[in-house]
């Protein structure tokens, strides 16, 4: 079974991945699954683990508006 833990170091790698390649539009929906998991993680109360994934969506956000900005 996957753990919470193993997929925030996959959404980690897959940001700086996305963000190298200048992926815009992947780290897009990368930030959307990761909306959805946060929401999961706040409907089952689980405050860290929505923390957690609220700071992964906001990096990807970030990784995007910094490809935007080389464009």
């Not at 980690?12 to 929401?39: N, T, W, Y």
């Not at 409907?43 to 929505?50: I, V």
Request: overall charge negative; proline content about 0%.
């Amino acid at each position: 079974m996957v753990t919470v833990e193993q997929i925030a170091q996959y959404c980690e790698h897959e940001i700086a991945r996305l963000q190298l390649a200048g992926d815009r539009e992947e780290l897009r929906h990368l930030q959307l699954a990761i909306g959805v998991l946060m929401r999961a993680a706040e409907h089952a109360r689980d405050r860290e683990t929505a923390m957690r994934f609220r700071i992964l969506a906001a990096r990807a956000a970030n990784a995007q508006e910094l490809i935007a900005g080389e464009d």
